[in-house]
């Protein structure tokens, strides 16, 4: 162990004298850099130029607004849009294309380190988007959007990316209308899904099951935000090119790992939705659990979407299934702090008064295979609680025979590394690690090997939507959710949602902006295991 953590120190110091040289390399180890990706949207076809259009399906919503035209913009800002594209909004509201723009324009914002030239780029930007209002299940509606496309497209190969930012109980219908409808007569059609596929087994497959009598699964791009974030893209970096992670990747070495996920903020504004849902859905079964498949999949053959893919899918089949004894569920109730009232969940006026649906779940799960088996991979998600923050934490084994025992204590968790990946915010990875304190006497303390990316990292990181628009645009699937990885994922959670909803079970309560449920503690414990975001020196 003292081995290891010799050579990391080394290696992020050496990494921290690397900086300049980095800058000019920027971009020399990317699997398809951000140049080649828009060259390949740009290529020819038989000699004639293609185009894309993105059709944003409820442009007038909260998500189109908040994320996907800003993304779409960064990514024009970036130069990382094909030569020719054109962006149109689509929904039930009546609008201009100048409305459009004007409710558009209210949500760009260009990068702190990208401000040069920001307005005319936002105006050349917002010259490229137009609007089109129609039902979501009118195939007359999408046939005349179809016609506009045609005239955007003049002529040339057309390929068209349609993201659906609408309630699902409507994605079939707007599903279908877009490729009877508006399919793209020459090139690509693919469209973009968001969550929530479903809310158990059943309903996921049906809903798989309905879109594929319209598209193929190649078509299908089902969006997890989470695998857009900087920090999980890096998960398979950080794992298989560095050689001193992997040899410790296993049952041998880590304890237990932790995925912690936080807001401290609630529903409101979106009680209607979260409610028939609740946190297990809403966070656990996609964003904690897609986590858990970077974290501790075998090494896939290649980088290759499906390669990756294969190896997340088998690592979720090994999964065993939820069960009702490992998890802790809550529900946040009023808290008043100081002159301020926080409200608690059921005052929503889109909740009802007596809903049972968790807002926070602590859960133990398990992976019966030779890498992981009896390693307690322990969730934790919550709204309403004391901080915002997403981060997975890898709590290792005690050193054997330890010749620092009498000068560390007996404190297990003070005694052992943790390694820390924090998602978000103030994204960073560190170690933390036992180290002696300068002077003449042999005093250990615990110290943290820190790689914090703004201080590291010039660069502003990009949004995960940014990210993902972009992979879909060019056809890169490696952060889509198959169809089978979805199965296997719905496996895992469907059987205790149905018992926590037909058993009515009630959530504990805890107070708004509190560290969630005691109950949690009671989990992990169970499993010899501290939260680690609870620790003194976290
Ligand atoms: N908002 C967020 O932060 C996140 C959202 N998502 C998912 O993204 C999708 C879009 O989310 P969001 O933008 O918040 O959704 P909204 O509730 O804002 O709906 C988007 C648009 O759909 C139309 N719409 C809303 N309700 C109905 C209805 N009952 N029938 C027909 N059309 C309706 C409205 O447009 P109009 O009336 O003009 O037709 C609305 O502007 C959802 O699937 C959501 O689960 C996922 C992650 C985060
Ligand atoms: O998918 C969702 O994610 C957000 C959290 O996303 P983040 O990128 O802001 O961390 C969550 O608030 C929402 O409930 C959920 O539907």
């Known amino acids: 162990m003292h081995k290891f953590v010799g050579a990391l120190a080394s290696a992020i110091s050496a990494v921290e004298k690397e900086a300049p040289v980095r800058k000019l390399k920027e971009g020399a180890f990317s699997v398809t850099p951000p140049e080649e990706q828009k060259r390949a949207i740009d290529s020819n076809i038989d000699g004639k130029k293609s185009t894309v259009t993105i059709t944003v399906v409820g442009a007038s919503g909260d998500l189109a607004k908040k994320k996907i035209f800003p993304a779409l913009f960064a990514l024009y800002y970036e130069d990382c849009l094909p030569e020719h594209f054109t962006i149109f909004g689509y929904a039930r509201s009546k609008m201009t294309d100048s409305e459009l723009r004007n409710m558009v324009s209210k949500t760009l914002t260009c990068r702190i380190d990208k401000r040069e030239n920001c307005s005319e780029k936002m105006e050349e930007f917002l010259k490229r988007c137009f609007y089109h209002s129609g039902q979501y299940d009118s195939q007359e509606n999408f046939v005349e959007l179809d016609k506009k496309l045609r005239e955007h497209e003049a002529g040339r190969v057309s390929n068209r990316l349609f993201y659906l930012s609408i309630p699902p109980n409507i994605f079939v219908d707007a599903v279908r209308c877009a490729s009877v409808s508006a399919s793209a007569a020459s090139g690509w059609t693919r469209i973009i899904v968001e969550k929530p596929f479903g809310r158990d087994s059943e309903s996921s497959a049906a809903l798989t099951k309905s879109l594929k009598q319209y598209l193929t699964e190649d078509q299908i791009f089902r969006i997890d935000h989470y695998l857009g974030k900087e920090l999980v893209e890096n998960l398979s970096v950080l794992r298989f090119s560095n050689l001193i992670f992997e040899p410790l990747w296993s049952r041998q070495y880590i304890r237990n790992v932790q995925l912690i996920f936080s807001e401290d903020f609630g529903t409101e504004g979106r009680g209607g939705y979260f409610d028939h849902y609740g946190i297990i859905r809403d966070i656990m079964q996609n964003h904690l659990l897609q986590i858990v498949a970077l974290f501790a999949m ?33 529900q946040y109730k009023s808290h008043t702090k100081g002159n301020v009232s926080y409200p608690g969940y059921t005052d929503d006026k889109t909740v009802p008064k007596d809903s049972l649906t968790p807002t926070f779940a602590a859960a133990a799960l398990f992976i019966n295979n030779a890498r992981w088996d009896g390693v307690p991979f322990l969730m934790k998600a919550g709204k309403a609680l004391h901080n915002r923050r997403a981060e997975i934490r890898v709590q290792f084994r005690h ?132 939260w680690g975001d609870l620790g003194l020196d976290e």
């Open 298 to 330: 075998e090494t896939p053959v290649s980088l290759d979407a499906e390669d990756i893919r294969n190896e997340k899918v088998k690592v979720l089949r090994s999964m065993r299934t939820l069960r009702i004894d490992d998890v802790v569920i809550g």
């Open 399 to 530: 050193v054997p025979g330890n010749l620092y025992n009498r000068s560390i204590g007996t404190d297990l968790d003070m005694a052992t590394n943790e390694f820390v990946i924090r998602v978000q915010p103030d994204e960073a990875i560190y170690l933390k690690i036992n180290n002696k304190v300068p002077g003449l006497g042999m005093r250990l303390d615990r110290s943290h090997l820190n790689l914090l990316y703004k201080a590291r990292y010039l660069k502003e990181i990009p949004d995960a939507y940014e990210r993902l628009l972009l992979d879909a645009i060019e056809g890169e699937r490696r952060l889509f959710i198959r169809s089978d990885e979805l199965d296997a994922a719905w496996s895992i959670f469907t059987p205790v949602l149905k018992e926590i909803e037909e058993k009515k079970i009630v959530p504990e309560y805890y107070p708004y902006g509190s560290r969630g449920p005691v109950g949690a503690h009671y989990l992990a414990a169970r499993y010899d295991v501290k």
